[in-house]
């Protein structure tokens, strides 16, 4: 009795191993895929993401985007060549991308509109995407995502190839932004996460094909994508402005500007990984002219007839509780400094201007996101 049970177990065990094999034997050749142009893929399904690291700032709202872009580079996704029977034939061809996820909502980035999708690996975690293509050494634009789940969306860049007997590669460049999407997100890392899908595309007199069987997929390995909240901030300073003293005869009427001065603000140990830092400015007295950066003086000044302006390098006035962006932040770059060059001077307020002091404040404010 026990003798027939060894031999069963045996033949299963055998027959587990020699269907595995197979099928090992199935995924790894290659696949021709293509009516004119016949493309494959040149080293198999999957183009990966670098590990990174997004940090979401302390003021970031849903809705916001989150660190830089993440980019997966795949110069030689498919190897190509002209069908014999279509040597002579000119084939427009591009690259599809396709959303495997639901959409969110949308968002606009440098002036274009993209869908922001669940990244379903985190809860409050969303993401955009964009994609470009190289068709035998011509590049086409970056393309927003702007699709639903289970539709391949076609970019409007085709560029033409004639068959010359060669192979020659196609290629995809997937960028992924993420997205605030609630306010539950958390810290730590994630399961594999794929983005996006791609595949190649042609069509010849009315007629398309698609790379079906040889789409690409755009992926984060697991614990490769890791989002930090411990909310890193610069250290900030406060800075005094001395402005030089200015003859009361000199203020000619409403608007004489006087006594510009330069400072600087000086961010230090900014955090890498944030999609941007802006600051802004509230005075600590009452607005006269927010269009040109005027606010009154403190109580404790002894001149009348004159306000504080506040201007950048460039002498446009700053709008007070209107965030700047800091335009110099690189993501990349920890405990980084920042300086920002700005000026203050008098600007008169009122027809009779009395001599004293003058005396004022402004608080500035940093966002980070």
């Given at each position: ?109 440098d002036g274009q509109t993209y869908n922001v999708y669940h990244t379903v690996v985190k809860t409050g975690l969303g993401y955009i995407a964009r994609w470009r293509y190289t068709v035998k050494g ?232």
């Amino acid at each position: 009795m026990s003798a027939i049970k060894e031999y069963k177990m045996k033949t299963i065990v055998t027959g587990v191993v020699f269907a595995f094999l197979m099928l090992m034997a199935m995924c790894g050749a290659a696949r021709a895929d293509g009516t004119w142009v016949n493309c494959e893929r040149t080293k198999g399904y999957y183009q990966y993401f670098d590990s990174t690291a997004i940090q979401v700032g302390k003021d970031a709202a849903v809705g916001d985007l989150l660190g830089t872009w993440a980019t997966s580079y795949n110069p030689t996704a498919w190897t190509c060549s002209h069908r014999t029977n279509y040597q002579s034939y000119t084939i427009p061809m591009a690259v599809q991308g396709y959303p495997p996820y639901a959409i969110w909502g949308t968002t606009q980035v440098d002036g274009q509109t993209y869908n922001v999708y669940h990244t379903v690996v985190k809860t409050g975690l969303g993401y955009i995407a964009r994609w470009r293509y190289t068709v035998k050494g011509q590049t086409s634009d970056w393309y927003p995502l702007t699709v639903a789940n289970g539709v391949y969306q076609t970019p409007s860049q085709l560029f033409t190839v004639t068959g010359d007997g060669s192979t020659w590669n196609l290629g995809v460049d997937v960028q992924i932004r993420f997205v605030k999407t609630a306010t539950s997100l958390t810290a730590g890392s994630t399961s594999v996460f794929d983005p996006m899908y791609m595949r190649h595309y042609q069509t010849y007199g009315g007629s398309t094909s698609v790379g079906s069987g040889t789409y690409m997929i755009a992926d984060f390995l697991a614990g490769g994508l890791i989002i930090s909240t411990t909310g890193g901030t610069c250290t900030t300073s406060d800075v005094n402005v001395n402005l030089p003293a200015v003859s009361r005869a000199d203020f000619s009427g409403v608007g004489y500007i006087a006594a510009r001065t330069d400072f600087n603000l000086n961010f230090t140990k900014c955090p890498a990984g944030l999609s941007s830092i802006r600051y802004l400015f509230t005075p600590t007295t009452a607005i006269i002219d927010n269009t040109h950066g005027v606010f009154a003086l403190a109580s404790s000044s002894t001149a009348g007839g004159v306000g504080i302006q506040l201007l950048d390098s460039q002498d446009i006035p700053l709008s007070f509780n209107t965030a700047y962006l800091l335009t110099d932040y690189d993501p990349t770059q920890d405990n980084a400094n920042y300086t920002v060059p700005l000026r203050a001077g008098l600007y008169q307020t009122s027809t009779n201007v009395s001599s004293g002091d003058v005396r004022g404040s402004v608080t500035f404010t940093l966002v980070y996101k």
